[in-house]
């Protein structure tokens, strides 16, 4: 598989990543079978690793599934989540956090640390000063490293303009942004990809499928269903008129639509089993898409350049939904 740079870090890294969430007990499988994904991404040359602390057992389950490993890979972890309470501003506690993350994962060291959701206050409340984004988390990622502990440090967030000010501040190696960078969903374009190229920042995509809206077709595109605003529908049905001309799954053209931007070093996958782990490496050593498929594409996106008003954060297909809080 192709690899890129990721950023000022160095480290070469392949164009899919494996996404730790479905891994765990989130993503409903056992555990052998998780395992047997993580193993057959290796061997198909995905080396780079996310989880985190907040993605339920999924450290424990890459701990397990990467023990004794003879292929060489990269393991990316977050602070945040444990240990309960968690307290983002306590130095022992996110001393603590890493400890435990060192014990699930089975390592001495962690390549990459991030800090999780640090554009989300309502969840991790991390920083004294939002003008300097400078908290306790700052030093102790300071001290990480310099006891080389942790190899670099990064930021794990989701938002489209609250994430780039703390990238800004040049502190930081990798950005892994989520729901933000996708076929449909572009935003990132605007302040997070152009401040990551400024500083040389990695830059990791999470959920190129964009929370399985962009898995599969799905027929309340055709019906209509009320949670879907008519801009958004009409955009939908234009993408899947466009993928029976150009005859791609839908996963494929996303996959390969993000890998499309050189400014991109990794983008996670969220597989669960042997199966989809195989059909998202064949997606992506298919390689980037053409110009033209490109353009076509960006005709799409701008039908609904910005999220409809209401629409819900992740689009409820194929899953009841009677408004937001209760998808």
Request: charged share 20%; net charge negative.
């Amino acid at each position: 598989m192709e690899q890129r740079l990721l950023g000022r870090t160095g480290l070469p890294v392949s164009l899919l990543g494996m996404g730790g969430l479905f891994v765990s007990q989130v993503g409903g499988g056992d555990r052998d079978q998780a395992c047997q994904a993580v193993h057959r991404a290796l061997e198909l040359g995905v080396n780079y690793v996310d989880t985190a602390p907040g993605y339920a057992d999924s450290e424990e389950v890459l701990g397990l599934a990467l023990e004794g490993t003879s292929q060489p890979y990269l393991i990316s972890t977050k602070l945040g989540g444990h240990p309960q309470p968690f307290n983002p501003k306590d130095r022992d506690l996110l001393r603590r956090s890493v400890e435990n993350s060192l014990r699930l994962l089975k390592r001495d060291t962690i390549d990459i640390l991030m800090i999780h959701e640090p554009d989300r206050p309502g969840q991790y409340d991390w920083w004294d000063s939002y003008d300097t984004y400078h908290g306790p988390v700052s030093e102790v990622l300071a001290e990480l490293k310099s006891e080389g502990i942790i190899r670099f440090t990064g930021l794990g967030g989701t938002t489209a303009y609250q994430l780039h000010p703390i990238i800004d501040t040049g502190h930081y190696d990798v950005v892994l942004t989520a729901f933000n960078y996708s076929l449909l969903w572009r935003e990132a374009e605007l302040e997070i990809l152009p401040t990551a190229r400024r500083h040389n920042v990695g830059v990791v995509i999470g959920s190129p499928l964009q929370q399985g809206a962009l898995a599969q077709r799905y027929a309340e595109v055709e019906t209509g269903a009320r949670w879907l605003s008519s801009p958004r529908q009409r955009q939908f049905q234009v993408l899947y008129d466009f993928l029976d001309e150009i005859e791609l799954s839908l996963p494929e053209l996303a996959l390969r639509w993000v890998i499309s931007n050189p400014d991109i070093s990794t983008t996670l996958m969220g597989a669960r089993s042997v199966e989809e782990v195989e059909k998202n490496v064949a997606a992506v050593n298919a390689g980037p898409l053409p110009a033209e498929m490109l353009t076509r594409l960006k005709e799409i996106a701008e039908m609904v350049p910005f999220r409809p008003f209401e629409e819900p954060f992740g689009l409820p297909f194929n899953r009841d939904y009677n408004g937001p809080g209760h998808a």
